[in-house]
């Protein structure tokens, strides 16, 4: 699926610490999104990228910062991960031309915040 | 706002049963649209998609759905579903200008008994 990776898949930490996730794509594509999902509320945008070092907050940015500094590279940080991130991360990638964009997903993080 | 309603949030079906599930959008110009079905556990992967044309769109696994500008719906349709079809299913919309940030419903979770 559009050649993306998520790493780690799972992970369980503790609050207060930093946690960064990674999201790799190998097709050069240049808008890359993080959303994450929780019973109830379905799929929410953290924050997104348009190319190297242009990013833009989601509708859920708080507590999280991202870095693009490389085309295949989308990195998602929680600062002091508290116990409300726990949640299931999804990185994504937009395909396709101009009025034909289409998001293709990656395999997911699962993150548990103790 | 813009948003997407799907309006059944659960949904219960006998193998061989024909399904049709809701999805509505509020947005009055130009949209993209999308269903994305995700199998437990997994991420979520693309069933089908709207630019322009036939409003009448085939996808994977034997769905479809049908565009009606004039209701701003977009139902997903099977004939027969079968027990590997349950799962959750979500709606999810691009508008004009929107940046390529998709607009979603919070999804359908639908169960296929054998």
């Known amino acids: 699926d559009a050649g993306i990776t998520q790493s780690p898949r799972h992970k369980v930490t503790e609050t207060g610490t930093p946690v960064t996730l990674r999201c790799h794509q190998t097709?050069?594509?240049?808008?890359m999104y993080w959303y994450r999902q929780d019973p109830g509320h379905g799929l929410r945008l953290i924050h997104y990228?348009?190319?190297?070092?242009?990013?833009d907050k989601g509708e859920v940015s708080d507590g999280y910062s991202v870095s693009r500094s490389k085309t295949e590279d989308f990195l998602l940080t929680l600062e002091s991960a508290t116990s409300s991130q726990t949640s299931v991360y999804f990185c994504?990638?937009?395909?396709?031309?101009?009025?034909?964009?289409?998001?293709?997903f990656g395999p997911g993080t699962r993150l548990l915040v103790l | 706002a813009q948003s997407v309603s799907q309006h059944n949030h659960h949904v219960i079906l006998s193998e061989a049963a024909s399904l049709e599930l809701g999805c509505n959008y509020s947005?009055?110009?130009?949209?993209?649209l999308f269903w994305y079905v995700q199998y437990p556990g997994q991420h979520l992967q693309l069933l089908l998609k709207?630019?322009?044309?036939d409003p009448l769109v085939k996808g994977i696994k034997g769905f479809e759905a049908e565009f009606i500008k004039s209701k701003f719906s977009f139902n997903l349709r099977k004939p027969s579903v079968q027990w590997s079809d349950t799962a959750e299913y979500f709606c999810?919309?691009?508008?004009?200008?929107?940046?390529?940030?998709?607009?979603w419903g919070l999804g359908t979770s639908l169960a296929v008994n054998p």
């Open positions: 990228s348009y190319g190297v070092k242009d990013t």
């Open positions: 947005y009055g110009g130009t949209v993209n």
């Open positions: 999810a919309v691009i508008t004009a200008g929107n940046n390529r940030k998709l607009i």
């Open positions: 097709e050069n594509h240049r808008y």
């Open positions: 709207y630019f322009s044309g």
């Open positions: 994504a990638i937009s395909a396709g031309g101009p009025r034909q964009e289409t998001q293709y």
